[in-house]
Nanobody, 126 residues
Framework: EVQLQASGGGLVQDGGSLRLSCEAS????????IAWFRQAPGKERKLISC???????YVPDSVKGRFTIASDSAKNTVYLEMNGLKPEDTAVYFC????????????????????WGQGTQVTVSS
């Protein structure tokens, strides 16, 4: 059974940092893509970082330079390092997984990922 456990959210001040963790189990870690999405109230869930063995690391321009993603295959865990947080980063953050296919990170959307963690709230105060 595929399981994803997200953790690390919390309340942080404008300009602060957080590291989210996504611990995965139930699948061959290296064969899958792990992505982080976020969803603010009233808005759609959007991909904000992604990693797999083929594409490497993908971070969209919207958060590039502030967010980065890394994986530890020994721990089956993917991390989202967020720096320079802004109030507009406030959202529920989800990790998701899917068996890798070409350019899933570059073009994938919410519907392309079949496995989801429970979400962790990130709140950035001004």
């Amino acid at each position: 059974e595929v399981q994803l456990q997200a953790s690390g959210g919390g309340l942080v001040q404008d300009g602060g940092s957080l590291r989210l963790s996504c611990e995965a189990s139930g699948f061959a870690f290296d064969d899958y893509t792990i992505a982080w999405f976020r969803q603010a109230p009233g808005k759609e869930r959007k991909l904000i970082s992604c990693i797999n063995s083929g594409e490497g690391i993908y971070v969209p321009d919207s958060v590039k330079g502030r967010f980065t993603i890394a994986s530890d295959s020994a721990k089956n865990t993917v991390y989202l390092e967020m720096n320079g947080l802004k109030p507009e980063d406030t959202a529920v953050y989800f990790c998701a997984a899917e068996r890798s296919w070409d350019e899933i990170c570059a073009v994938g959307t919410r519907s392309d990922f079949g496995y989801w963690g429970q979400g962790t709230q990130v709140t950035v105060s001004s």
